[in-house]
């Protein structure tokens, strides 16, 4: 009897999760279109696996995609923002002090020495006439960014950055500093000792720097005393930004959004407004952030035009996945030409009327070594890459090729000069 007895309470246990009702009230099953909702208010894959509320190409139950998708799979909350959830920037002007004989030039810079009649005017110090010659003290812009939805008395971190003609930062000490937004208002106080990545060794004779010495960081070095208003509370509507405008994404994502709001609460809740922006309207009964916090864990098939990104200055190529280019004929290789002057002196006879001159003599050699004519055809990314490595040319050639093709009409894609 006992036994039977434990046989069925292991039974029931094994039942719990799965009797247990979701937020909404609703058991697996009751979804819509034969989709389940389980206790997470995540909609799970109907039987049968691939398809449910999702369609013919199917999902599992975190909305991913299931394999044989074309693009690349990214979460909502990676590709896009609420408007309400942004960053304000913050800045402001301070001293560091305490530097090791490589801060500024009083001479040089005249505001750091205003500044620190003033700092020591404030402290209840009087200053004397004369020039001060101190080189431990820089002028700094201090910046932030006040995350959203941040409460009086939290830390967050701030960048230094010289603005005189001090060596370097190294060890020196930010001292208090307001931090204001574009409204004019102060929203933080930033002091702390400042780290930098970078270090300078100076001789008589020669310096060495590396990195860059005279900016750094302050982590956790500023106190918010003022609090952005940008409660989610009482908002019916929620403004849902791309970060890579796109038409194609943004319709995606609001179809993700609508096939899982219908199961969810039984309607449709979003629409595409254009190439950036997603209006999604919160349905009764739920907070606006929980309501997003089950949205932005749904994935999407995101999409980028095509586009080649080349940075002249360092030498840097960024080729998309999704360029291509039409058959062409290349023709690349460097084009030498030497000229040589070897004038010559010419004496006149002996005892004759004549004078010395200068006979020029010029020599021009042209070469063309390592010229190379090549098909280059990119149907994708790794042929295209295999091709112009083929060329034996380095980065500033195949800038200047890449270029010469989008003149030509054969790159299917956006040239961004940087």
Known sequence: MMRIISLVLAFLIGLQPALADGPDGKIPGGGVNGAAIDTNARVLAATGGAGGAYGDEGYDNRGRRLPGGNGPISRIKDIARLQSARDNQLVGYGLVIGLQGSGDSLRNSPFTEQSIRAMLENLGIASEGGRARAKNVAAVIVTANLPP???????????????????SLAGGTLIMTPLKAADGEIYAVAQGPVFIAGFEAQGQA??????????????????????VQAAMGDQSLLTLQLLNADFSTAVRVTDVINDYSRARFGKRVASEQDSRTVMIRKPEGISPARFYAELENLVVESDVPARVVVD????????????????????????????????????????????????????IDISQPDAKVALLDGPDLETLVSGLNRLGVKPAGIIAILQGIKSAGALQADLVLQ
């Open 149 to 167: 939805f941040v409460q009086s008395g939290a830390r967050i971190d701030v960048s230094v950055s010289s603005m005189g003609d001090a060596i």
């Open 206 to 227: 020669e310096r060495v720097t590396q990195g860059v010495p005279t900016a750094g960081r302050v982590p956790n070095g500023a106190i918010v005393e003022r609090q």
């Open 312 to 363: 002249e200055r360092t030498g840097t190529i960024v080729i998309g996945q999704d360029v291509r280019i039409s058959r062409v004929a290349i023709s690349h290789g460097t084009l030498t030409v030497r000229i040589t002057e070897t004038p010559t002196i010419v004496q006149p006879e002996p005892f004759s009327r004549g004078v010395t001159a200068v006979e020029p003599n010029t020599a």
